[in-house]
């Protein structure tokens, strides 16, 4: 049998990959060790909860009526859809009540599983009136702190990251159209005015 060297561009090929290799270990090593030495957590956690009796009612309907597969809240149910912790802070009570028993009139855009049937949702607005009190008490009390990514309000301090993503991104007319959140907080009313001019 007669012995294969691999061509030129087959160890090209292989080299690449090789160093592709080596990098993204390199680059996984520097993470982890910045990750591990860290003083807070990379990634804290911006939600919170507090149940009452109402609401833990709530989230056991919330697993047994498998909302969780498709919603995530609480650490329980899906990555893929859509996440309630910290929605409680965005929406009302009120809100989330005619939401799951109306959602095509409720909801700001089209729906994809809520709604009349054969949406894949559909039974959520025929529950048990009493479930669906429940249900939406348990939303209700999965609030957010600021800052979150479901949080309506922004991080409190001045963020650089969020003044340079403004700037780069929101168009001019935006400053005339719409009132900046930011500014409503006392911590930034001072640093507030040196960005109103640009
Ligand atoms: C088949 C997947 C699916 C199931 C099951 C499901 N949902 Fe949803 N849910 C969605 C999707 C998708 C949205 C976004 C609206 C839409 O497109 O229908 C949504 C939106 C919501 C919202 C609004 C969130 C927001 O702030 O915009 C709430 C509240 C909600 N679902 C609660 C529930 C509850 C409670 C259950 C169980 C009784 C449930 N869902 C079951 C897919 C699902």
């Known amino acids: 049998m007669a012995k294969q060297s691999l061509k030129q561009g087959e160890k090209v090929l292989f080299g690449i990959a090789i160093i592709f290799g080596i990098a993204a270990i390199i680059g996984y090593s520097v ?16 939600t919170h909860f507090d149940l009452t009796e109402q609401g833990q ?3 056991e309907i919330f697993r047994k009526q498998h909302c969780t597969s498709c919603h995530r809240a609480l650490r329980n149910g899906t ?3 859509l996440s309630l912790d910290g929605v409680g802070s965005k929406r ?11 959602p095509e009139a409720t909801y700001e ?28 008490t348990f939303i209700s009390e999965l609030k957010a702190d600021r800052g979150s990514s479901s949080a309506p309000e922004p991080p409190s301090g001045r963020s650089e990251f969020i003044d340079s993503m403004v700037g780069t991104f929101a168009p001019k007319e935006w400053k005339d159209k719409f009132h900046d959140v930011r500014e409503d907080d006392p911590q930034n009313q001072q640093s507030s005015g040196d960005n109103s001019g640009q």
């Not at 982890?32 to 003083?39: C, I, L, P």
């Not at 009302?92 to 109306?102: E, I, P, Q």
């Open 31 to 46: 993470m982890e060790g910045v990750r591990r030495n860290m003083d807070k957590p990379m990634f804290g956690v911006k």
């Open 57 to 59: 009612r709530g989230s």
């Open 79 to 81: 990555n893929m859809g």
């Open 92 to 102: 009302s009570r009120d809100w989330l009540l005619r939401f799951l028993r109306d």
């Open 109 to 136: 855009a089209k729906t994809v599983d809520h709604g009349y049937a054969p949406k894949e949702a559909a039974y959520v607005a025929s529950l048990p009136s009493a479930d669906i009190d429940a249900l939406a």
